[in-house]
T-cell receptor, first 113, second 112 residues
Framework: DAKTTQPPSMDCAEGRAANLPCNHSTISGNEYVYWYRQIHSQGPQYIIH???NNETNEMASLIITEDRKSSTLILPHATLRDTAVYYC??????????????FGQGTILTVHP | DAGVTQSPTHLIKTRGQQVTLRCSPKSGHDTVSWYQQALGQGPQFIFQ???????QRGNFPDRFSGHQFPNYSSELNVNALLLGDSALYLC???????????FGSGTRLTVV
């Protein structure tokens, strides 16, 4: 799996958009970009994933650069409950080959009132 | 719809003992993975089970073993416990395709 690099911490004001960057310059063509978050003392929560195109769901948007070497997770209106560790992961998808998620240190996002 | 269920939630064991952790995947999911998360670290992949077979394994010793049952539930067994095995053990499940994993809340294992 390709290595990902994220800033160790970020701050965001409540109600504003939180933009979390991730670098994955060695990502291979069949690897997806996945985002998970982990709130203290809970298991990680899946947020969103994408391969080439930008993706949006009820939780967030994922913007992937054309060369796929980096991506940005956007939480459009951050709330205090979005305070968590956010993990960006590059992994193969589909079938039994998709098993291993390599978690790094992630980005600690703190949303302030 | 219940998500991933893990039991027990907390466990204290003595060094050298053996432990079994249990996981019921989310309804409709057939693939189960196990992760170990030490304090302050990201989760580390232990292994994945699909169709009752271990399909992938991370860098963990043979003391760590598992099983998947016909109903897709899974067990993680750790023998000869070490103090360093103290961690949060997470179970995650998914079905086919590129979708994300659903994680349980974990079992907190403390080895004394």
């Amino acid at each position: 799996d390709a290595k990902t690099t994220q800033p160790p911490s970020m701050d965001c004001a409540e109600g504003r958009a939180a933009n979390l960057p991730c670098n994955h310059s060695t990502i291979s063509g069949n690897e997806y970009v996945y985002w998970y978050r982990q709130i203290h003392s809970q298991g990680p929560q899946y947020i969103i994933h994408g391969l080439k195109n930008n993706e949006t769901n009820e939780m967030a948007s994922l913007i992937i650069t054309e060369d796929r070497k980096s991506s940005t997770l956007i939480l459009p209106h951050a709330t205090l409950r979005d305070t968590a560790v956010y993990y960006c992961i590059a992994a193969n998808a589909g079938g039994t080959s998709y098993g291993k998620l390599t978690f790094g240190q992630g980005t600690i996002l703190t949303v302030h009132p | 719809d219940a998500g991933v269920t893990q039991s027990p939630t907390h466990l204290i064991k003595t060094r050298g003992q053996q432990v079994t952790l249990r996981c019921s995947p989310k309804s409709g999911h057939d693939t189960v993975s196990w992760y170990q998360q030490a304090l302050g670290q990201g989760p580390q992949f232990i292994f994945q089970y699909y169709e009752e077979e271990e399909r992938q394994r991370g860098n963990f010793p043979d003391r760590f073993s598992g099983h998947q049952f016909p109903n897709y539930s899974s067990e993680l067994n750790v023998n000869a416990l070490l103090l360093g095995d103290s961690a949060l053990y997470l179970c995650a499940s998914r079905t086919g395709g590129a979708g994300g994993y659903t994680f349980g809340s974990g079992t907190r294992l403390t080895v004394v």
